[in-house]
């Protein structure tokens, strides 16, 4: 998208899984002003097979869990963050063998409803959407400033939509009590300040 964008794709308003990109494109001028974090990702593990996840991240070294998917660390802010994690957790090292890669947060959450891993580390707003609910086991993972940076996803106005009154609506909306409500709805953590 930021490529289309750049070459002049004539989108109002860019929101981002990371806030690099957005970035990228207000440092770039394509913006109108800069970006603003919407919402911090929750992670959890999850499955869809009989393993007890009250044993908390540690679960990850039984030798009965021999296949862990993440999103690619080489491809996605998302899996260097969660690597980050299994550093902090000193167990990156003994599960690097065990660990299988998905593109994106998407295919990691395909492969764990596939069953084709034995657990998924993922974001907790797929297990929140009603059809999700009662799909398999999951636990937070507990993050915090010591363990990593929490992994931000916002947006920003682009050029192609500045002048236009509903582009300004609704990414104000983003921002209002009404939608940080239906965020942490669905497992996503909100600024404290806008």
Request: aromatic share 10%; charged share 25%; proline share 6%.
């Amino acid at each position: 998208l930021v490529e289309r964008i750049e070459n002049g794709a004539p989108y109002d308003i860019f929101m981002s899984a990371d806030m690099s990109r957005p970035v990228k494109l207000y440092l770039r001028d394509f913006a109108t002003q800069r970006p603003k974090v919407v919402t911090f990702t929750s992670i959890i593990l999850w499955t869809l097979k009989p393993i007890d996840l009250q044993r908390g991240i540690d679960i990850l070294k039984d030798p009965s869990v021999k296949t862990i998917g993440i999103p690619n660390p080489e491809r996605t802010a998302n899996g260097r963050q969660i690597v980050k994690i299994l550093e902090y957790y000193g167990l990156y090292d003994d599960i690097l063998p065990k660990l299988m890669y998905g593109e994106n947060f998407t295919l990691v959450n395909q492969m764990i409803m596939e069953q084709s891993v034995d657990i998924g580390i993922t974001v907790k707003s797929v297990v929140m959407e009603p059809a999700m609910k009662s799909k398999g086991t999951w636990i937070d993972v507990d993050v915090n400033d010591k363990t990593f940076e929490p992994l931000a996803q916002g947006g920003v106005i682009l050029k192609h939509g500045k002048d236009n009154p509903k582009v300004q609506l609704f990414y104000d909306f983003l921002f209002s009590q009404k939608a940080k409500a239906i965020f942490k709805k669905y497992g996503y953590k909100v600024p404290v300040i806008d």
